[in-house]
Antibody, heavy 125, light 107 residues
Framework: QVHLVQSGAEVKKPGSSVKVSCKAS????????INWVRQAPGQGLEWMGG????????NYAQKFQGRVTITADESTTTGFMELSSLRSEDTAVYYC??????????????????WGQGTMVTVSS | DIQMTQSPSSLSASVGDRVTITCRAS??????LAWFQQKPGKAPKSLIY???SLQSGVPSKFSGSGSGTDFTLTISSLQPEDFATYYC?????????FGQGTKLEIK
């Protein structure tokens, strides 16, 4: 079963960028999509986008289009989420979540199964 | 975008109770619905996929049902470790969307 370990907490200035990593182990990297979900303090879960290996496609929530880039490095079995033009409202815990490919179904993917431990990103001047 | 509406937003129950949480989609999502449990300061945990199938290792006290637009999560014989916030999520189409969450508290 896949195990996901994320990079550590970040403190960023408004207007800067942050790149969070998600290292996968224990499974076959190509068999999973990697999704990113964030949770602002005291708020619910918000899907940002996801990458289907090994060459995409990458799907993004409209809200983050143009500001977020989701990629993956198969050689290191690591997924990445980079968010630019940071503002205070981006202060949140960012999670990666794996989503198995289920090619026999119409969707081609299943539900999220494994989650990373989360990465706190604080945006403050 | 598909809107997911959970009810109730919060729920008080006692140890040993059976509770049901409802999730409604603004349009049909077949059975492409998942449920997650989240405890304070922790990552979400996947409970149910395809509306009614238990993720590996999830106890059978959790059950899900529904298809189309209306879904339920039922938790039987509540134990102290079950008090948490529960979210539904549709993965039928992009953008994936979550319900607003249901906070289950001890009465």
């Amino acid at each position: 079963q896949v195990h996901l370990v994320q990079s550590g907490a970040e403190v960023k200035k408004p207007g800067s960028s942050v790149k969070v990593s998600c290292k996968a182990s224990g499974g076959t990297f190509r068999n999973y999509a990697i999704n990113w979900v964030r949770q602002a303090p005291g708020q619910g879960l918000e899907w940002m986008g996801g990458f289907i290996p090994p060459f995409g496609p990458t799907n993004y929530a409209q809200k983050f289009q143009g500001r977020v880039t989701i990629t993956a490095d198969e050689s290191t079995t690591t997924g990445f989420m980079e968010l630019s033009s940071l503002r205070s409202e981006d202060t949140a815990v960012y999670y990666c979540a794996s989503q198995p490919l289920v090619l026999v179904t119409d969707l081609g993917v299943g539900a999220f199964d494994i989650w990373g431990q989360g990465t706190m990103v604080t945006v403050s001047s | 975008d598909i809107q997911m509406t959970q009810s109730p937003s919060s729920l008080s129950a006692s140890v040993g109770d059976r509770v049901t949480i409802t999730c409604r989609a603004s349009q049909g999502i077949n059975n492409n619905l998942a449920w997650f449990q989240q405890k304070p300061g922790k990552a979400p945990k996947s409970l149910i996929y395809a509306a009614s199938s238990l993720q590996s290792g999830v106890p059978s006290k959790f059950s899900g049902s529904g298809s189309g637009t209306d879904f339920t999560l039922t938790i039987s014989s509540l134990q102290p470790e079950d008090f948490a916030t529960y979210y539904c999520q549709q993965y039928n189409s992009y953008p994936y969307t979550f319900g607003q969450g249901t906070k289950l508290e001890i009465k």
